[in-house]
């Protein structure tokens, strides 16, 4: 029994330094994100007669990294960029209350803020968005949609991105 208890000790510290050895050697492999063509997701919605909220052009080192279109009957976009820093911004578009896209896109207890004036084709009165973790987003209604830019990127990002909004 001792030599078999002995044996299970000697494997566990053979499998354990493999491991830690296999881990110091191992390199840190980031994942890249591959861009997606989102012209392509906006033009094929607008022959079918959507307009969506979309930037007419990205910032000098952005990327598109997600889109997304739902064809119910309340149809719903959502973009994902990626800053040139890395930092995430989305686009979500929605018959929906400012309130609720908030609390699923920015954090279920995002604070609602004041009223700004954002430079924007698609609205000149933007309501801020804000959570504990430093999220920030800005929404605003247009026609019965409500279009929310939002993301971790600085506000100035965001608010950039938001000028460059068209349908």
């Not at 002995?6 to 493999?18: D, E, Q, S, Y």
């Not at 063509?37 to 910032?59: I, K, N, T």
């Not at 997304?68 to 995430?88: K, Q």
């Amino acid at each position: 029994m001792a030599g078999m208890i002995g044996a299970m000790l000697i494997t566990l510290v053979v499998i354990g330094g493999f491991v830690l050895l296999r881990g110091s050697l191992r390199e840190q492999t980031e994942v890249e994100v591959p861009p997606v063509d989102y012209q392509d997701a906006v033009a094929a919605a607008a022959d079918s007669g959507l307009e969506l909220a979309h930037p007419r052009e990205l910032p000098a080192g952005w990327r598109a990294t997600s889109v997304d279109l739902s064809r119910d009957e309340t149809p719903a976009w959502t973009m994902g960029m990626l800053t040139d820093e890395g930092r995430f911004v989305g686009i979500r578009q929605e018959v929906e209350s400012a309130d609720d896209m908030a609390a699923v896109a920015i954090d279920e207890d995002a604070v609602e803020g004041d009223e700004v004036t954002l430079d924007s084709e698609l609205a000149s009165t933007w309501t801020t968005w804000t959570d504990d973790g430093g999220d920030t987003g800005y929404s605003a209604e247009v026609g019965d949609e409500t279009v929310l830019v939002y993301g971790s990127a600085p506000a100035e990002d965001i608010e950039e991105i938001v000028g460059l909004l068209r349908r």
